[in-house]
């Protein structure tokens, strides 16, 4: 397991703690500043999903509702899921997928819980549909890799994923029918139960051989040049594409690694090829021995 700010901030993850506590921290200055209990605030009423602030034209809260949290506990329990979980499945999708993973699954929370609550005096706040969709793809992608939890944050108990996936269900399906459906509105179940659906349909779809598309913003000054970049870029691909590697330079052998590693970064691990895999295994031996 990758320890937090290991590697600085280039981790998503490291953003994403990052990013919730200090949107905490401000929710709390904001509070105190104007009296107000928590939960109350200008912030929440331009920030949290509600049918209200659609109406009103604050679209934008499908995108802002995962940054605000009701209480500091909830935000413990998420920031520790984050960590746990998000981490090893960001190392597993790759930044890009991960990246459509958080806004699949804001989104499909937001608009489930919405169609459920339009009427209700009612906001939606909280990270806990993207950590949902997180925990779901990792039980999806590892479903017999034993974890360890502890329960009650004092006995540890081993449970294989998949296990794991279906008490969640089952408990999240029973809060949904008996709870949110009945006029409970303090959980939030519709919206957790968008975030597995999410993280089912991220792994079946990369499963499939799919690949999610790659946003590529442009500037002005490259758009000049852009009309001749693309007349070549098919045939690079295409050159990029079969490739071999001197393993008797080193210094050539290092730069091919240090671009399978990127490409895992950005892709993850499944995305290598073959040769790409037998080439950090001849690597790994090669190199160690200097």
């Not at 913003?217 to 590697?245: D, I, P, T």
């Amino acid at each position: 397991m990758k320890k937090p700010f290991s590697g600085g901030i280039n981790s998503i993850i490291d953003r994403i703690l990052i990013l919730l506590i200090a949107c905490f921290v401000f929710q709390l200055l904001v509070e105190l500043a104007a009296g107000l209990p928590h939960g109350n605030g200008i912030h929440f009423k331009t920030l949290a999903l509600s049918s209200h602030f659609l109406e009103s034209g604050y679209l934008w809260t499908i995108l802002s509702y995962p940054f605000l949290n009701q209480g500091p506990f909830m935000l413990i329990m998420n920031l520790i899921g984050i960590h746990f979980i998000c981490r090893t499945v960001e190392q597993e999708l790759g930044k890009r997928n991960f990246y459509w993973l958080c806004a699949l699954s804001t989104l499909s929370g937001g608009f489930i819980w919405l169609s459920l609550n339009y009427q209700a005096e009612q906001q939606l706040c909280g990270f806990t549909p993207i950590l949902m969709a997180g925990l779901t793809y990792f039980c999806f992608s590892n479903p017999d890799r034993p974890i360890t939890l502890l329960l009650f944050f004092v006995l540890p108990i081993s449970i294989k994923p998949r296990y794991l996936l279906l008490s969640l269900l089952g408990i999240e399906l029973f809060g949904f029918v008996f709870w949110e459906l009945r006029g409970n509105l303090t959980v939030n179940c519709s919206a957790h139960l968008g975030g597995m659906l999410s993280g089912a349909f991220v792994f079946r779809y990369l499963l499939s051989g799919k690949e999610f598309p790659k946003f590529v913003f442009v500037n002005s000054r490259s758009k000049e040049s852009s009309g001749a970049s693309k007349l070549f870029r098919k045939k690079q691909s295409v050159k990029n594409a079969s490739y071999a590697v001197d393993f008797s330079d080193q210094q050539d052998l290092q730069e091919e690694v240090d671009r399978i590693l990127d490409k895992i970064n950005e892709n993850g691990f499944g995305a290598l090829t073959q040769e790409e895999k037998n080439i950090l295994e001849k690597a790994k031996g090669l190199l160690n021995r200097h």
